[in-house]
Each structure stands twice: as structure tokens, then as C-alpha cells.
């Protein structure tokens, strides 16, 4: 899962073709994993339908705007370094290594995570509503997520049956399609040398980017909302809405990985537009704070027009300048750097049954919703670091795979 920056650890390729050291991308990657354990520590006290376990208390409507601002660009930016980085491991390791690389890297964890860990969050909404009968994890697991029983006659007739997905390590599966296509792309083309369009892009380009990407999300999002999510060819996860952002981002990546982009980009021109997508999240928490909140889908094409235009200006504005204001600020060295930065990926695929665990244990707490949530996401994110550091990185062969 490029989590890693596969360089990999931050590593690129200078012009002369050796290996050069970019810690304020791994800067950039310790803040994106925050806002990934941010993101779904929240989403149970946003949204009351499953696989969300059910909270006690109205939800926190206004706390989407959370959610919408994330999803605006986080993953996005992940896949943009996803993509930065593929060409230079391609190019070293050769196709052969480079796709059983990605097979060991990205399809373990995608396997074990589908089974010890994606259920768990289908079976804790079972177990914690009182509306459905108590069914145990490995019946669960067995007849409900894998198939291998009949359906249960309360299974509610709008969720699906069996429940297989991949959850929150859909990203992984991404990443292996997306490396299993490049590779493919690589066998009948030749390497990029990187000498058309060497120049970051303009802010005409960038401009131009962020329009197009709003006008393909407003087509798409004419059949697909946000937040449904199918199988593509049955067995690729993914939700429609955010592809035109997550397929360009990788595509713009692979191309701009060769030109060195990310060590040439000018400030002032990415903190310009840094300041753009800034300036729009906060409009939106603005917005959320002082009428309905910004994330909720609508059926008025208008509104849905600038809301797709508001995430395309977002997405553009924050991954053109958050890694450039990593590299100016100097982030990412340091030892405290370097230990949170070997645990994003572990981190990733880890951090939801302690996620799980937090608002769990939290359900009766006396104490307002609000400061429920805060204490799980700040505990999900200590967790997980203290976890994936102190056991799941000193596991034989971990270190192969994370």
C-alpha cells in the first residue's frame, strides 16, 4: 500500500539515478494516517447505519463535515504518492520483482485483514442492537460474511447478503489492481525519461485539473451517490464517486514520480493553492456550524455541482501543498519521525478493532457524546501506534511485509 511511499520508506530517484531521501513525505504520510484513524473513529458517532455499531444519543449530523472535508482529498493524496513512487520501483526491481513486491506487500494483508479483521465491524453492530438476536462471532463469520449457511430471516431485506467486503483495506486491493495495470502498461511501453512536460504544473494546469475533476465526479455521481459503493467486476470494491479523484491522482503520480515534481514544485505556487483548499475546508466547517452541514448529498444538481467543485479545488489545493509544506518546514527527520513513519502502513491495516474496542468501551460513559468521540480518536490513534510498534512490528517476517 504505497502507505509506504514505495521508494520505498520515502525514497526516490534523482536524475543521476540514485536513490534520494524524502522525509517530509513520510511527514506527509504520518499526517494522512492520523486523519485515516481520525476519519473512521468519528464516523460511528456521525452515522447510524451499518456496519456502524450503534451509539447511544442522536448522532453528531453536524460532525460530517469531518468526514466530507477528509474524504475530500486524503485518499487521494495516497494515491498520488502511491503513483509518485511506482515508476522508480518498477524500474529498479524489474516486473517480476516488482509485482510479487506488490503481491507480499499488499495481497497478505489484504487476505488476513478480510478475515481476522473486516468482520469485526458487521458483527459488533449485530451484537450491539438490541433489535436483532445475539449471534456469535464464528457464525458471523462463517454464514453471514462468507455465505456458508442460509440467510437469516431478520437480515434486513436493504442490506446485502452474505456481507463480504474488503472494508477499510479496500485501498490495498486498489493498489494491486493499479500495479498489476502499470505493469502491464510498462510491457509494451518504454520507461519514461521525464523529459516531456519537466516543469510542475502551472497554476493554469492546476486550475484546469481541479475543473475537470469536479465536472467527471458531477457526472458520476449522477448514477452513483456519495457513499455507495459496489463491486466492479464483482470482485473490485470502490466507490464510484470518489474514482474520477483516486484513478487521476494515481494517474497524475506515475507521471509526475520521473519529473520529480514533488522536489521541484515552487512554494509560493503550492502554498497558493494550499491556501485555496485550506480556505474551502474551513468555509465548510463555517457552513456546517451555521446551517445544515456540508456533506450531505442533495438532489438539487446546482447544489451538487458546487459541492463537487468544492472537493475538486480541496483535493487539488491540499495534496499540491501539503507535501511542499512538509519539505519547507523541513519535516519528517528525527527519530520520532522515523518511528511513526515505519508504523503508517501497520497502522493502516490495524487501527480499526482498536477503533472498535474505543467505542465500545465507551458506550456508557457519563459524559456528553462529543468528549466520547474526542477520547476514542485520540485512543485510537496512541493505540494503534502502540500496538503496530510494540507488537505487530516484532513479529517474524513483519518487517518483509510492513
Request: aromatic content about 14%; glycine content about 8%.
Amino acid at each position: 500500500m504505497q502507505l509506504k511511499s514505495p521508494g520505498e520508506n520515502g525514497l526516490a530517484m534523482t536524475g543521476a539515478g540514485k536513490p534520494e531521501r524524502m522525509d517530509y513525505v513520510d511527514a506527509v504520510r504520518v499526517f494522512l494516517i492520523l486523519l485515516v484513524v481520525a476519519h473512521h473513529s468519528v464516523e460511528s458517532y456521525v452515522v447510524a447505519q451499518p456496519p456502524e455499531i450503534p451509539l447511544p444519543d442522536p448522532p453528531l449530523a453536524r460532525g460530517g463535515v469531518f468526514l466530507w472535508v477528509n474524504a475530500a482529498f486524503f485518499m487521494g493524496l495516497f494515491f498520488f504518492l502511491g503513483g509518485y513512487f511506482t515508476p522508480g520501483a518498477f524500474d529498479r526491481k524489474g516486473p517480476a520483482t516488482f509485482l510479487s513486491d506488490r503481491a507480499l506487500r499488499l495481497g497478505v494483508p489484504l487476505a488476513l485483514g478480510t478475515i481476522l479483521i473486516v468482520p469485526l465491524a458487521g458483527w459488533s453492530h449485530i451484537a450491539l442492537d438490541p433489535t436483532l438476536p445475539p449471534v456469535s462471532y464464528w457464525t458471523y463469520l462463517t454464514r453471514d460474511f462468507f455465505g456458508g449457511g442460509p440467510k437469516p430471516d431478520y437480515w434486513p431485506p436493504t442490506e446485502r447478503w452474505p456481507v463480504f467486503n474488503f472494508g477499510h483495506l479496500w485501498f490495498l486491493e486498489h493498489l494491486l489492481v493499479y500495479a498489476v495495470l502499470y505493469a502491464a502498461f510498462r510491457a509494451i511501453m518504454p520507461p519514461d525519461d521525464g523529459k516531456l512536460w519537466r516543469k510542475p504544473p502551472s497554476h493554469l494546469a492546476l486550475a484546469t485539473y481541479a475543473i475537470l475533476l469536479a465536472g467527471a465526479t458531477f457526472i458520476v455521481r449522477l448514477w452513483y451517490p456519495q457513499g455507495r459503493w459496489i463491486g466492479f467486476l464483482h470482485f473490485i470494491q470502490m466507490e464510484p464517486a470518489h474514482l474520477p479523484q483516486y484513478m487521476s491522482m494515481f494517474v497524475i503520480g506515475v507521471f509526475a514520480g520521473p519529473r520529480r515534481w514533488l522536489q521541484t514544485m515552487p512554494t509560493r505556487r503550492a502554498l497558493a493553492w494550499l491556501a485555496i483548499g485550506v480556505g474551502l475546508a474551513l468555509l465548510a466547517y463555517v457552513l456546517a456550524a451555521t446551517a445544515a452541514p456540508t456533506g450531505v448529498a442533495a438532489d438539487d444538481a446546482s447544489r451538487q455541482l458546487r459541492i463537487c467543485t468544492a472537493e475538486a479545488f480541496i483535493c487539488t489545493g491540499m495534496c499540491v501543498g501539503l507535501p511542499v509544506l512538509s519539505r519547507e518546514l523541513g519535516l519528517g527527520a528525527g527519530r520520532v519521525w522515523r518511528v511513526l513513519a515505519r508504523n503508517v502502513f501497520a497502522v493502516y491495516v490495524f487501527h480499526f478493532p482498536i477503533v472498535l474496542l474505543l467505542q465500545w468501551a465507551l458506550i456508557d460513559a457519563p459524559m456528553p457524546k462529543f468528549l466520547r468521540l474526542l477520547m476514542t480518536v485520540i485512543g485510537a490513534i496512541v493505540g494503534s501506534f502502540a500496538f503496530t510498534d510494540l507488537i505487530v512490528l516484532r513479529l517474524p517476517f513483519a518487517r518483509r511485509i510492513f
